[in-house]
């Protein structure tokens, strides 16, 4: 009966539960043959261990990867971005991971960030919008890229007066989501998309208020409007860290960038910034060149009490989507 359980988890949507065992990171952290400030060999090295078909989830289309060696935990990336997969360049990048941010530290820290392309040895091709085809020694990866139609919310009621659907994202916290604007106050916010089951599971800090316990994503439940959850706050710890529960500030909707009316609306809550970003919120001039507007309109909190006190305010307030937009202000 176990193993037939095992089975029909690992064959549902292609993988089940996944177990990680300590004695292969303990391993991992004495091997020893890889220099981790060598941005060629990290590059070599992880990307010969990636299999021949991969899938990105997070719509700012990052692929994700960590790597344990020489007492050291590394977190990095590949990213066949919109825009410039299909000039047939990728972009690579890494840090050590810091488990608990400290200035002290900060001045060691590995990392590099690179663009490649065919200087580089690197092939990149685009057989259709939503694949990526990366060659490198030899090797070829097929990237495949989220498909997430744009389709406003299924549920009536989801949007009040004054309300719009922008875009569905997927944030790297693995949780799907709605972006919204509130033309009256001119600000965006982000609603959990509950269409399907989310992965995540909640503890009440109030009625009305959750926390997610894997994220610990904080959401104000809206009861005149279907129940939809608004994002109210993220931890702070993870912001410093630039951790995966960092907040979906970043992850729009960028293989529908011209699907989706993001840089108008940008432009409509940021009049100053008209003329000065592009299709996908990136700004093209100014010291912010290459940098995205970032949409943090939510709390960054200390702790559980101080989310929960920022929440009840907000929702309190006469328009609680832009009581909860404006605490995305202090940072």
């Not at 994700?64 to 690579?92: C, D, H, M, T, V």
């Not at 129940?227 to 992850?251: E, H, M, T, W």
């Not at 009581?323 to 940072?331: C, E, L, P, S």
Request: contains cysteine.
């Amino acid at each position: 009966m176990l193993v037939a359980a095992a089975a029909a988890l690992g064959a549902r949507a292609g993988a089940g539960p996944r177990v990680a065992w300590h004695q292969a990171l303990t391993e991992a952290w004495q091997a020893e043959g890889l220099d981790l400030g060598d941005s060629d060999a990290v590059l070599a090295w992880v990307f010969r261990q990636l299999p021949d078909d991969v899938q990105v989830y997070p719509t700012e289309n990052y692929y994700y990867w960590r790597l344990a060696a020489g007492g050291r935990e590394i977190r990095g990336n590949f990213r066949p971005a919109s825009g410039l997969r299909e000039k047939g360049q990728l972009s690579f990048a890494y840090a050590e991971w810091l488990e608990f941010p400290d200035a002290a530290l900060a001045k060691g820290q590995l990392r590099a960030a690179r663009l490649l392309g065919a200087a580089e040895g690197l092939g990149v091709t685009c057989p259709d919008p939503l694949t990526c085809d990366v060659v490198l020694a030899g090797k070829k990866v097929r990237f495949h890229l989220h498909a997430l139609p744009q389709l406003p919310p299924a549920a009536p009621g989801l949007l009040g007066p004054g309300e719009r659907f922008i875009a569905r994202t997927w944030d790297e916290s693995g949780l799907p989501f709605f972006l919204c604007y509130q033309t009256r106050s001119r600000c965006f916010f982000w609603v959990l998309n509950e269409e399907q089951p989310v992965a995540e599971t909640f503890t009440e800090l109030a009625a009305d208020v959750s926390l997610g316990r894997r994220s610990g994503f904080v959401f104000w439940t809206d009861p005149a409007r279907a129940g939809r959850k608004v994002l109210s706050a993220v931890r702070q710890a993870s912001i410093q860290r630039n951790d995966y529960y960092d907040g979906p500030f970043d992850q729009l909707a960028d293989n529908y960038a011209a699907q989706v009316p993001l840089r108008a609306t940008i432009e409509d809550a940021f009049p100053s910034l008209k003329g000065q970003i592009d299709l996908y919120g990136y700004f093209t001039s100014g010291p912010d060149r290459g940098q995205r507007v970032a949409l943090t309109s939510y709390f960054a909190y200390a702790d559980s009490a101080e989310a929960l006190a920022f929440t009840q305010r907000a929702a309190a307030a006469p328009i609680p989507v832009a009581a909860i937009a404006a605490g995305g202000k202090d940072r």
